[in-house]
């Protein structure tokens, strides 16, 4: 890839320059998404991820980071378990007056469903608890970021912004809402406020997104086009592309049907021919450990 990680942007729109935030999301969730956020990392075709606190394999997260503390990873702030079988819950204590927890006693499975019961001081105690948790097992936490959009949902955006500024932790948030939410199933909710609440990000010196991209979902035939078209149609600015690559091994008995999106991105990522082309393509690529020291060095910490 690109070799331009020196390069951060000025709280993220430069037109001239097409950057790149390469993010392997749901890290934690299963075996194989952490050997693929390790390995791909190794390789610089994966830049960043975030971690998923409360699922099962968050301990082995620890155990690559120890061996490897250049790993770049934030916090994936989960609320919502959304596969039939392999489920998680909170780690704070809740009870099921939080709205947080289906009739299991798990996460709901849909961020419509969170929203339809959620009390907002119940899942900022538990958002708290994800972070404080990742904090005390010494992960040196670069960003935020929130599993199937939690966080953009009207009752949770200002807390949301409001963990990055107390943690100064930056935080993803796309100048155009739409890059987002067109990508992702968050119900007929809308944020009227999310661009008063950008300009006041920008205002305070926070670093933003310019434009947001998403695992394409195809059929595994369609995938070295679909990705191909992907890096190779990234606009100016800086873009936030969140994959979701994946080891095979065992996704393929938690979620049957699409185990091969994971798989096939992990198998592309792996390709120097895919490398060669991101490099072609006058990309450059960066992850969040420069981009949060420069936030942490620029902005003083608010009340």
Known sequence: MSGGSDVIPDNGYQPDLRQAIIHADDVGMCHGANVAFAELSALGSITCGAVMVPCPWFLEILQLVERNPDLDIGVHLTLTSEWECYRWGPISTISRNSGLIDAQGYFWHRTPMLAEHVVPEAAEVEMRAQIDRALSFGLDITHLDAHMGVAFIPELFDIYLRLGKDYQLPVLLPRTIADYTSVLELGDHTLDRYEDAVKDMEHLGWPLVDHFRMTPGVPTEQ??????????????????????????????????PRAHYRTDEYRLLQEPNFLEFVHHQKITTIGFRKIRDRLRGTVSPLS
Request: glycine fraction near 12%; hydrophobic fraction near 35%; charge should be negative.
């Open 223 to 256: 995938a070295r086009s679909a990705y191909y078209e992907l890096i190779g149609s990234l606009p100016g600015g800086l873009t936030y592309v969140a994959l979701h690559p994946t080891r095979p091994g065992e996704i393929e008995s938690i979620v049957p």
